[in-house]
């Protein structure tokens, strides 16, 4: 065609193109390349004309570089009738049913960290300084569309100045919802404590709407000097508070634990830049690329700098985290060598604290310093956590960052809210061929997190506008996940967890047809009411068999065997008719003789779970015999392992069933030190796994088969599994987009209540 005649395209985009800088950038297209047309947002995304002689250069251009927080999922383009208009222009929306959703929170852009730190500009050390390329967006949107009323930036009225960028189609804050400068925007506030004399110290008493910069500065100064003598402050921050401290001061540390009365819990350190995080931890290409991501995830890298013995205790890994909000990289820059402890504010395992008053009443007893301010958040978030694996991320966590990107599924399929289980709940809402997991919410032990569990279902369904046709739930009667899709009177599918499990692998990566997995896990529900967690299933168009599984081990003591490991060594040992070794074995234990006791009885529940095999493993060789938190034993048996070593007929199967007995004997040989017994248990449960799997894949004729469980959490295990099945030519796939651990379980749920013919 030839160049000087006018084409016009009308072109369609779906994907996160809403609230992102789509328009103007789309605008600014059309000037580079002389088009005239109109570009508006509708309920599906981004529709557009454009009319000129370089057409193919936009379309090529609008693929090449959209905006840094955009991603466009499709793109239809049609030929239509020139129309010769004059100029290009931005459309007010169009309203319509949703379709599109809310892009996840996004750490402050290069652009915003300039004019944080440029004396001439208008954001000159503003702590809520954004654009339209970062800043928070979920956790401040109450619902759709994403316009600032329906934000909690709604009681901020815009000054002249943000006004004038907002209205700007060339400015980097055309639209930006969150728009705020220090003159009309939000405000720090200090909140406590409430006692006189340390309020005197600082600018609480004055604070209020002083010329905000100097109030600011104050604060900031106040906290950084609360930091470096040993101090704990609680911030406010995108998602929720953290509680703060020093992480070289073992004293201040210490103290964090006591009052927040959290015993050996590792924490997440945050650094100043990649300089800093270089040197307290080990990164590769791949890690340095999730630390420095938009959502800006925790990270778990091999440790290099140790901190002080408290920050995480026993272990050879560390969460490091760089600075996201503007108001951390305040704090950084007045102190760059600060390492700090970065925990979720949530006294006794309660939900994420995201409110002033709460904060104040809530946190005086752990806090030297409380700050907040009066951006409301909406929404909680944990800070989201991640760590590389066989070569890629794998979420851990899934929260601030990533919540509410959609998992693209294989196919189209029936509306279903899936509930989860117990632990690291989350919820799943699926709407056409996408699925949204819901932020992390926690453990559903008490009022507070399950009234958060309700609220984030209101919420999902809400911002996606879905009705579900059905709900899918755990097959344990006796959760709160499942008592709620009762009440929704609503057809419910029951699924199994370690089902879930597997099911949440196929679904992110689109696998059609039946899949192959194996669960190792900690808990879950079996078919049969029995604790399972080292399960082989095949599942396939929405249903599940159960093909064989670990062979188990008594579980003496049921809920307690599970926070204390030598009771599972007990059971390893008894399982060897050795009960006669136990109080050699476990001499301090005062009820060693009744659990092994408990433990030879014939009638004693058993466990296949892979969890409880590693409690074992970790209690006879003394790594661990009571736990402080959920996998700590695992987690101090890998610390300890350097390199797996397979231990020859370690292991033995038959008709799927995996028997690790030999194993276990293996690790009673007088005179194995603690990590010459974690790189046994290492080696040859990845060899025995690997096995198990190799025979269950080529008897069913299967090339693949997904790994998924808590277990897989287990890096020296994942990457010596995905490994050593390669060497058979078996790819196994693991949880990535979800987390392998039971915060994957409302994804797994989900897909199969969509692939169930009812
Ligand atoms: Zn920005
Ligand atoms: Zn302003
Ligand atoms: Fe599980």
């Not at 951006?375 to 070569?391: E, F, L, N, Q």
């Not at 949204?436 to 209101?458: C, K, M, P, Q």
């Not at 529940?605 to 661990?624: K, N, Y």
């Amino acid at each position: 065609m030839p160049s000087s005649e006018a084409t016009r395209l009308r072109l369609r985009v779906t994907g996160a193109v809403q609230g992102v800088g789509f328009r103007p950038f789309v605008h600014s297209l059309a000037d580079r390349y002389a088009l005239a047309g109109f570009v508006r947002n509708d309920s599906h995304g981004v529709l557009m004309e454009v009319e000129g002689a370089r057409v193919d250069d936009f379309v090529a251009a609008l693929r090449r570089e959209p905006p840094p927080l955009a991603r466009i999922d499709t793109l239809e383009c049609e030929t239509i009738t020139p129309l010769r208009d004059a100029k290009f222009s931005i459309e007010p929306s169009r309203d319509g049913k949703t379709q599109t959703c809310i892009t996840p929170d996004a750490a402050i852009c290069d652009d915003c960290l300039n004019d944080l730190f440029d004396p001439k500009s208008r954001f000159y050390l503003y702590p809520f300084v954004n654009c339209t390329h970062c800043g928070p967006r979920y956790t401040l949107t109450r619902r759709l569309p994403y316009d600032r009323a329906q934000t909690s930036m709604a009681p901020f009225a815009m000054c002249d100045d943000c006004a004038r960028d907002y209205a700007d189609p060339t400015n980097r804050r055309f639209h930006a919802q969150p728009i705020a400068c220090p003159k009309c925007g939000p405000q720090l506030a200090y909140l406590g404590p409430r006692d006189a004399s340390l309020k005197a110290r600082g600018p609480g008493a004055a604070m209020d709407r002083e010329p905000s910069g100097s109030h600011h500065a104050a604060l900031i100064r106040q906290i950084v000097t609360t930091l470096q003598s040993g101090g704990i402050v609680a911030l406010k921050g995108i998602g929720g508070f953290h509680l703060l401290c020093d992480a070289r001061d073992e004293t201040a540390v210490a103290e964090l634990r006591r009052r927040k009365g959290r015993d050996a819990k590792p924490f997440a350190v945050m650094l100043a830049d990649v300089a800093a995080a270089t040197r307290a931890g080990l990164f590769g290409e791949d890690e340095l690329r999730l630390l420095q991501s938009r959502a800006r995830p925790i990270v778990i890298v091999e440790k290099r700098e140790e901190f002080v013995p408290s920050v995480a205790p026993g272990l050879s890994r560390i969460g490091l985290i760089l600075p996201y909000a503007p108001l951390h990289h305040l704090l950084f820059h007045a102190a760059a060598d600060l390492a700090l402890v970065a925990t979720s504010a949530n006294p006794s395992g309660e939900p994420l604290i995201v409110d002033d008053e709460e904060a104040r009443e809530k946190l005086a007893s752990i806090a030297d310093l409380i700050v907040g301010h009066d951006r409301a958040i909406v929404a909680r978030a944990d800070d989201s956590i991640a760590t590389i694996i066989a070569g890629a991320p794998a979420l851990l966590r899934r929260a601030r960052g990533f919540v509410p990107e959609p998992i693209a599924l294989a196919n189209d399929g029936p509306d279903i809210l899936a509930l989860g289980a117990h632990l690291k709940s989350t919820i799943t809402v699926t709407r056409g061929r996408e699925a949204f997991v819901s932020t992390h919410i926690g453990s559903l032990d008490d009022r507070a997190t399950i009234d958060f569990y309700r609220e984030t279902i209101a919420r999902m369904l809400d911002i996606l506008d879905v009705k579900p046709e059905r709900v899918a739930c755990d097959l344990h009667p006796d959760l709160a996940s499942t008592r709620y899709a009762e009440e929704t009177g609503l057809p419910v599918i029951r699924v199994q967890h370690h089902a879930a499990h597997i099911a949440a692998i196929a679904a992110e990566h689109k696998i059609e047809g039946p899949i192959l997995g194996a669960a190792l896990d900690g808990y879950g529900y079996g078919d049969d009411g029995g604790a399972w967690g080292g399960e082989l299933m095949l599942v396939d168009e929405g249903h599940w068999r159960r093909l064989g599984h670990i062979a188990p081990l008594p579980l003496p003591g049921g809920d307690r065997a599970a926070r204390e490991p030598w009771r599972m060594g007990v059971a390893a040992l008894a399982a060897q008719d050795r009960c006669g070794d136990v109080f050699d074995r476990f001499p301090g234990m005062e009820l060693a003789g009744k659990v092994a006791m408990l433990a030879s009885a014939p009638n004693v529940a058993r466990t296949t779970s892979l969890g409880r095999m590693f409690d074992a493993a970790a209690a006879l060789l003394g790594v661990r015999l009571v736990q402080q938190y959920e996998g700590q034993a695992a987690m101090e048996l890998e610390a300890l392992c350097q390199s797996p070593r397979a231990l020859a007929n370690g292991y033995s199967i038959e008709n799927d069933i995996l028997d690790l007995t030999k194993l276990f004997a293996a690790l009673l040989k007088p005179g194995l030190s603690a990590s010459q017994g974690a790189e046994l248990f290492h080696g040859t449960l990845i060899e025995a796994l690997a096995q198990w799997l190799r025979a269950a894949a080529q008897a069913r004729g299967q090339t693949r088969v997904a790994l998924g469980g808590g277990c897989m959490m287990n890096k020296i295990l994942a990457e010596g599994l995905v490994s050593r099945l390669r060497d058979f030519g078996i790819e196994a796939l693991l949880a990535r987009a979800a987390p392998t651990n039971d915060g994957g379980l409302s994804l797994g749920q989900a897909h199969i209540a969509r692939m169930r013919k009812v």
